[in-house]
């Protein structure tokens, strides 16, 4: 039996989930959808790479009940790896406009980071990237060269497909509908440690 390691780039699950679904597969459970998607493994940790929302008071909010409700529902099993988000003012050069926009930080980094140092030291002989971020595809490789008998693949979100990373790791799979659909958190989690009740936002319901 493999020791699995999970590694979720939340940027690129979420808009991929958000695009395909709106939002009513939001409330996501990460260790279950871990565990059906490889089920012969051990599941030794899912890591949920993710960056606080800037400027969006409401969505900060539902972001943070949801990382709330990932660690009271998932426990040892899942750690939160925080990036940032940084914001660059944008000007059109036809027209002059100006907008804010905003781009996520080192997670590609941090997963790079996290997955290359757990295949070396044995932590993981079993990896899985979900996402289709291309990015990782340097990581991937140093990890494959340093672990070869360490099994790495990639799950695609919904809408995100990367030729590279497939051809990278011939395994990687697309998750459908039914795994999501399958590995919704409950309507409302306990804290076991603080008995803090954490309930899906209404805007994902």
């Not at 340093?146 to 695609?156: D, K, Q, R, S, V």
Request: net charge positive; proline share 5%; with cysteine.
């Amino acid at each position: 039996m493999s020791e699995l390691i999970v590694y979720v780039d939340g940027f690129n699950l979420y808009h991929g989930l958000h695009d395909k679904y709106g939002r009513r597969l939001l409330w996501l459970d990460l260790v279950k959808l871990s565990q059906t998607l490889r089920p012969r493994d051990h599941l030794v940790k899912v890591k949920y790479f993710t960056a606080s929302v800037l400027d969006d008071p409401e969505a900060l909010s539902r972001q943070d009940a949801y990382l709330q409700a990932l660690v009271a529902h998932g426990g040892s099993s899942i750690e939160i790896v925080k990036g940032r988000y940084q914001k660059k003012q944008k000007q059109c050069r036809r027209c002059g406009s100006q907008w804010t926009h905003y781009e996520e930080k080192e997670t590609d980094v941090n997963i790079a980071v996290s997955l290359v140092a757990d295949v070396v030291t044995g932590a993981a002989t079993s990896a899985m990237v979900i996402s289709a971020d291309s990015d990782l595809s340097p990581a991937i490789r140093t990890a494959q060269r340093l672990a070869p008998t360490t099994h790495i693949m990639a799950a695609f979100p919904p809408r995100r497909f990367s030729n590279e990373l497939q051809k990278l790791m011939p395994a990687s799979f697309s998750i459908g509908r039914a795994k999501f659909t399958g590995a919704q958190l409950p309507e409302k989690v306990v804290d076991p440690e603080t008995g803090h009740v954490i309930e899906r936002p209404a805007k994902w319901a």
